[in-house]
């Protein structure tokens, strides 16, 4: 059975950072290409960042996020990463850990095979 748990969620003023984690259980991680996406109340689920599991380890942002935000994977320990930082008050949403037997980021949320139960990040202003 396949399991994506989050971690690290909570509330940060805005311009401050956040890390956020994601452990893989039941697949094997290092081939899975691993990614975010969020969302906020009354609006659809939305990409954030992904990084793909072939050679290079390919990622892609959203553009609101370019920047500031930062994914990285550590496949000995099947844990994906988010780090976030300058957050601004517009970041604050339910973030989902997501996988993807892709060998790179999709930004459709439809194409990904396996979701996590999403944590909750709030950036007061």
């Known amino acids: 059975q396949v399991q994506l748990v989050e971690s690290g969620g909570g509330l940060v003023q805005a311009g401050g950072s956040l890390s956020i984690s994601c452990v893989l259980f039941?697949?094997?991680?290092?081939?899975?290409?691993m990614g975010w996406f969020r969302q906020a109340p009354g609006k659809e689920r939305e990409f954030v960042a992904g990084?793909?599991?072939?050679?290079?380890?390919?990622?892609h942002y959203t553009d609101s996020v370019k920047g500031r935000f930062s994914i990285s994977r550590d496949n000995a320990k099947s844990t994906v990463y988010l780090q976030m930082n300058s957050l601004k008050p517009e970041d604050t949403a339910v973030y989902y850990c997501?996988?993807?037997?892709?060998?790179?980021?999709?930004?459709?949320?439809?194409?990904?095979?396996?979701w996590g139960q999403g944590t909750q990040v709030t950036v007061s202003s």
């Open positions: 997501a996988a993807d037997h892709y060998a790179l980021p999709r930004g459709n949320s439809s194409s990904w095979d396996y």
């Open positions: 039941g697949r094997t991680f290092s081939i899975l290409t």
């Open positions: 990084i793909g599991w072939t050679g290079g380890y390919k990622t």
